[in-house]
């Protein structure tokens, strides 16, 4: 390439060593986040790494330990219909496929998106639901994070100087789950005002499963693992489901903004977690 | 500003110059004169500047040009058959589905990997094919019967 400061790598050593070798230098993949940032003057890389080239980030594939493992340069188009992503583990496809528009989910990458942590994005609030963890690469070698300790504060994530997000794995689904995202939107395409990710699955009557994250209501997704296991073995009836959506209500931490009030979203957060818990006691119901 | 770079624009090898945060909107209209896609929010939103690359819809202000060398450009320009409008094109002409133009070349590059992908679109398919694509005069009722009206053939 002929442009000072612009690099072409093929392999995630390369890449690392050149992020390694320059703290100025930025990854760009499909550009979605990052030139919007250039855009507006709010980031101006002197040196560009670009991972267009980057094989091992493109694949989705099973790991030895059975979870699955998207690479960082998936699009969200791609990720929308990945068949490897069954039962509950469905949310991360039907997250992806509300992201933005058509064109920039033809663009934009699982990776970028999850770097760039723009808590109003759509995948961070179904990861966190996932379980699932992030895999990183450095000069010093490869260490995974799960997104409960990966996503930090607004628009700020674990990663530090010199790191590659090289994939998203994803736990097997539990099994015989479903799984419901579920995104209050002004206009299609929009950022949400708020979104809820919800897993689960029942034994009988009881429930055997349950996996519940809020998104755009706060500095990271928000999910309370102890008001979910409260619910665990009992056969989620509406006592019980507005115990835990108060719950998160209150666990909120909303702001106001060009599409809604803080006090809005507070109001909001119960009835959409309750009626995509809902949804999903339905959908197990009638084995969808 | 930057080196000398080479793109395949609309079937054709075309020089440029560009730094390092050169976006391709930038190179293809202030540099190579094709001035359909259009510079609207710069930030990916409004669909302006929609072109296609390799084969797929682009935002032509979130492509780097230094990252857009070795695939292939086409713009609206690039659609049109021997010169002239092509059965699209026209039929943005004869429904009046042009006001104050700013987004046709973006709708027209959206409409046309649209019926690529789906020969008949119902209204619902154009409305989501084009969902990326903001008409500030909001005139969708004669686009969406452009895209249609074309299908139909």
């Known amino acids: 390439m002929t442009e000072a400061g612009y690099f072409d790598p093929v392999s995630v050593d390369e890449v690392v060593a050149l992020l390694a070798a320059d703290d100025e230098a930025k990854c760009v993949a499909g550009g979605a986040s990052l030139v919007a940032m250039m855009n507006a003057r709010l980031v101006e890389p002197s040196r560009l790494v670009s991972l267009r080239h980057?094989?091992?980030?493109?694949?989705?594939?099973?790991?030895?330990?059975?979870?699955?493992?998207?690479?960082?340069?998936?699009?969200?188009?791609?990720?929308?219909?990945?068949?490897?992503?069954?039962?509950?583990?469905?949310?991360?496809?039907?997250?992806?496929?509300?992201?933005?528009?058509?064109?920039?989910?033809?663009?934009?990458?699982?990776?970028?998106?999850?770097?760039?942590?723009?808590?109003?994005?759509?995948?961070?609030?179904?990861?966190?639901?996932?379980?699932?963890?992030?895999?990183?690469?450095?000069?010093?070698?490869?260490?995974?994070?799960?997104?409960?300790?990966?996503?930090?504060?607004?628009?700020?994530?674990?990663?530090?100087?010199?790191d590659l997000i090289t994939c998203i794995r994803v736990p097997p689904p539990p099994t015989g789950s479903t799984g419901i995202y579920e995104k209050l939107a002004k206009v299609k395409g929009d950022l949400g005002i708020a979104m809820?990710?919800?897993?689960?699955?029942?034994q009988g009557d009881a429930v055997s499963h349950l996996a519940v994250s809020v998104g755009g209501c706060g500095p990271k997704p928000i999910r309370l693992p102890e008001a979910e296991q409260a619910l665990i073995g009992g056969s989620i009836?509406?006592?019980?489901?507005?115990?835990?959506?108060?719950?998160?209500?209150?666990?909120?931490?909303?702001?106001?903004?060009?599409?809604?009030?803080?006090?809005?979203?507070?109001?909001?957060?119960?009835?959409?977690?309750a009626q995509a818990i809902g949804q999903a006691k339905v959908n197990l119901r009638d084995g969808s | 500003m930057g080196e000398t770079i080479s793109l395949n624009l609309n079937g054709e090898v075309r020089e440029a110059k560009a730094g390092l945060t050169t976006t391709l909107l930038e190179v293809i209209r202030d540099q190579l004169g094709l001035t359909g896609a259009k510079k609207g929010c710069n930030q990916g939103v409004c669909g302006a500047c929609t072109v296609s690359i390799d084969g797929k819809?682009?935002?032509?202000?979130?492509?780097?040009?230094?990252?857009?060398?070795?695939?292939?450009?086409?713009?609206?320009?690039?659609?049109?058959?021997?010169?002239?409008?092509?059965?699209?094109?026209?039929?943005?002409?004869?429904?009046?589905?042009?006001?104050?133009?700013?987004?046709?070349?973006?709708?027209?590059?959206?409409?046309h990997a649209l019926l690529q992908d789906i020969p008949n679109p119902s209204i619902d398919e154009v409305r989501d094919g084009l969902s990326g694509n903001v008409c500030r005069c909001s005139g969708y009722r004669k686009i969406i019967d452009a895209v249609r009206g074309v299908a139909r053939g």
Request: hydrophobic share 45%; with cysteine.
């Open chain 2, 57 to 111: 819809l682009a935002r032509a202000c979130l492509s780097l040009a230094v990252n857009s060398v070795g695939r292939e450009i086409t713009t609206n320009e690039g659609l049109t058959e021997d010169g002239e409008p092509s059965a699209l094109q026209q039929s943005f002409i004869d429904n009046g589905a042009v006001q104050c133009g700013f987004c046709t070349s973006g709708m027209i590059v959206s409409s």
């Open chain 1, 54 to 162: 980057v094989e091992e980030l493109k694949k989705i594939e099973t790991a030895e330990d059975g979870w699955l493992q998207i690479g960082a340069l998936v699009r969200h188009c791609d990720v929308a219909i990945a068949d490897e992503l069954a039962d509950g583990n469905q949310i991360l496809s039907q997250a992806a496929s509300l992201i933005a528009n058509p064109v920039i989910r033809d663009m934009g990458t699982i990776g970028g998106s999850v770097g760039h942590f723009d808590p109003a994005a759509d995948y961070p609030v179904a990861l966190s639901a996932l379980g699932a963890e992030i895999e990183i690469a450095s000069e010093k070698g490869r260490r995974r994070i799960p997104v409960s300790n990966f996503f930090v504060d607004w628009y700020e994530t674990a990663l530090e100087p010199g």
């Open chain 1, 196 to 202: 809820v990710a919800v897993i689960m699955a029942m």
């Open chain 1, 237 to 273: 009836d509406e006592a019980a489901i507005q115990d835990l959506v108060g719950k998160l209500s209150t666990a909120s931490d909303p702001v106001d903004d060009v599409r809604a009030s803080a006090a809005y979203r507070k109001l909001l957060i119960p009835r959409l977690v």
